[in-house]
């Protein structure tokens, strides 16, 4: 009996862990995207500092993971409505 308690419980943490590692997923694309802005943002006022092929793969970088056209206005807009947005 207390085997099969055992492998129960064990099969519930285990359960457990897999619901908090998905629920974190969002999260974890979000602070992604707020950390590629951030990035952005840094290029853009330093703008001297860096090549205009790093500023352009940071934008394609961006556009990729939010699926808009790669663009500098597109790219910026979204960031300062991201920075906007959060609470």
Known sequence: MTNSLNKAFTGVIALSLVVIAVGRIPFS???????????????????EDYSPKEKTQKIKIIANKTGLKSETNNVGNFCNSFYFNQK
Do not use: F, G, T
């Open 29 to 47: 694309r979000e602070k992604e995207l707020s950390n590629l802005c951030r990035e952005y943002y840094a290029m853009y006022l330093n703008q």
